[in-house]
């Protein structure tokens, strides 16, 4: 089976650490697999915007496209705006294939980014029975999205966290200061903040913020270009690409 090209939808940003993050993923997406032709486009604020980066691989003789969401939660952009732009596409390129790939989360290898960004902020291994988690994730008004991300803090409770509280950025509540608050109050003696968010930018900047208002005393950075995630990134290329019932090597 021959590669189609991955190209690798991000939301965008006015801060160029987004951005810059972003390439970074990809980069590093590319060193995992020579050969694999990895592009990136943004749905705002950053270029090349999707129509364009696409209308760029037919003009370049590309026939197929897998179109990943870097995203975490099949929220509005996954469910609304990313195919809308690629079905616009389908009809002005209908020489161009383009399927869009499944969202990142939830995931093992997710699960993975966190515990490395939280080791390198310095929670070690005899730290985490007596720490409280606080998982901080951008915040939607999807029900699903939040329905989600509870379900992760969950799960993380039983990796052996005394206690884990989601958060949100925007659009949801708790915010990040009143989750390391609410800790606080049930007695725990310290607390971890884990953005559970991809790039740099204005959110994982109020997460942040929030973390250090309410005194946390460790702030995970954001997720970013780590090995686990690029990895993850391949694997939603190669479930997408796959026919249900084929295998890769078919």
Known sequence: MTHPTLLVIAHGSRDPRHAATVHALTERVRAERPGLRVETAFLEFNAPSVPRALERLAAQGADEVVALPLLL????????????VLREARTRLPGLRVRQADVLGPSPLLDATLERRLREAGVRPGDVPRTGLVLAAAGSSDPEAIAVIAEIARELRHTGWCAVRPAFASASLPRTEDAVRALRAEGVDRVA??????????????????????????????????????????????????????????
């Open 73 to 84: 939660t099949r929220a509005f952009h996954a469910k609304t705006d990313i195919p809308s």
């Open 193 to 250: 903040v884990a953005p559970y968010v991809i790039a740099p930018g204005r959110l994982p900047d109020r997460i942040a913020a929030g973390a250090e208002a309410a005194g946390a005393d460790v702030v995970a950075d954001v997720l970013g270009p780590a090995p686990e995630l690029a990895r993850l990134l391949l694997d939603r290329f190669d479930e997408a690409r796959v026919p249900v019932g084929a295998s890769l090597s078919a």
